[in-house]
């Protein structure tokens, strides 16, 4: 069993930069964040592959959010610049993939999501 644990989250203006980050309590195959906004499906935002450091991200943040990882490879960042109101949703962190891609949402774990909003 895998725990994980989410940090800041809040609340920042448009334009504006927060970093989230997810620690696990052992290193996983894959490690990724997810969000959800009210009254919409779940979305993929961007993963990272501890054993190589490649990240991958959806195309809606590909050019304001990156991904990182510690020394340890157990913890994950997620920073996001250039931030808009459509970014406001609950960002959950999510380990251990078994599905064929990230973007499945196929995770064995899952953190229990931090709140960020964003507004105009």
């Known amino acids: 069993q895998v725990q994980l644990a989410e940090s800041g989250g809040g609340s920042v203006q448009a334009g504006g930069s927060l970093t989230l980050a997810c620690t696990a309590s052992d290193i996983t195959n894959c490690m990724a964040w997810f969000r959800q906004a009210p009254g919409k499906e779940r979305e993929g935002v961007g993963a990272?592959?501890?054993?190589?450091?490649?990240?991958l991200y959806a195309d809606s943040v590909k050019d304001r959010f990156t991904i990182s990882q510690d020394s340890t490879r157990q913890t994950m960042y997620l920073q996001m610049n250039r931030l808009k109101p459509e970014d406001t949703a609950i960002y959950f962190c999510?380990?251990?993939?078994?599905?064929?891609?990230?973007?499945?949402?196929?995770?064995?774990?899952w953190g229990q999501g931090t709140q960020v909003t964003v507004s105009s």
């Open positions: 990272v592959y501890p054993a190589t450091g490649v990240t």
């Open positions: 999510a380990a251990q993939r078994y599905g064929s891609s990230w973007k499945t949402g196929e995770f064995r774990y």
